[in-house]
């Protein structure tokens, strides 16, 4: 079983990411299970803009990040909340993930997503993380990806504006502990939907 992380912070690396070390809740937890695990911080590649799964242009890393996502049964997509939205960065892959829809599994039938599933990992210093998570689900969703109850994690300030503390808080436990339920969730939907 193999995991992969779309880790959608704006930041390049080596910055630290919270949306990173948050996700690394999930994966951790996924670890401890024999899951083997994959994180992309999409900032660090250069993805133009489309709707399609090969390269838009000379450059476009798409492609094999692409390949990255399909080697994984388990999909975690962690974003910051901007604005309350998903990040810019999470929604370009989403737009390049709409390709699935169209493409099918070597049977010629089946969605190229189905038998999968995948989760949302959302972090902030602004209030918005419900309708982040619920962006992300609805786009995974029709995409094909079977998603659990609960297949997600938050931590959020609160409304306004502010640094973002999700390394330093002293309020994470609830933050980890849901990540760990999310991890939980994750893997028995999808050794349920496996064929």
């Known amino acids: 079983m193999h995991a992969t992380c779309l880790v959608c912070?704006?930041?390049r690396s080596p910055e630290p990411s919270n949306a990173e070390s948050l996700a690394e809740v999930v994966l951790g937890a996924l670890r401890k299970e024999g899951v083997t695990t994959d994180t992309i911080r999409l900032a660090d590649h250069r993805i133009d803009p489309g709707v399609v799964s090969e390269a838009v242009s000379d450059g476009d890393e798409w492609p094999a990040i692409r390949e990255r996502i399909l080697a994984a049964e388990i999909?975690?997509?962690?974003?910051?909340?901007?604005l309350g939205q998903p990040s810019s960065v999470s929604k370009r892959a989403l737009e390049r993930m709409d390709a699935f829809i169209s493409e099918t599994k070597e049977d010629g039938e089946t969605p190229i997503?189905?038998?999968r599933v995948a989760g949302v990992v959302v972090v902030g210093n602004e209030d918005g993380a419900h309708h982040v998570i619920s962006e992300v689900n609805g786009a995974?969703?029709?995409i094909g990806y079977t998603l659990p109850g609960q297949?997600?994690?938050?931590w959020n300030k609160g409304p306004g504006p502010g640094d973002e503390e999700w390394l330093t808080t002293e309020e994470k436990?609830?933050?980890t502990s849901t990540g760990e339920a999310c991890a939980k969730n994750l893997l028995r939907t999808v050794r349920a939907v496996q064929p």
């Open 151 to 154: 297949n997600w994690t938050y």
């Open 9 to 11: 912070t704006l930041k």
């Open 140 to 142: 995974l969703n029709d």
């Open 113 to 115: 997503a189905y038998d």
């Open 173 to 175: 436990d609830w933050s």
């Open 75 to 82: 999909l975690i997509v962690a974003t910051p909340t901007w």
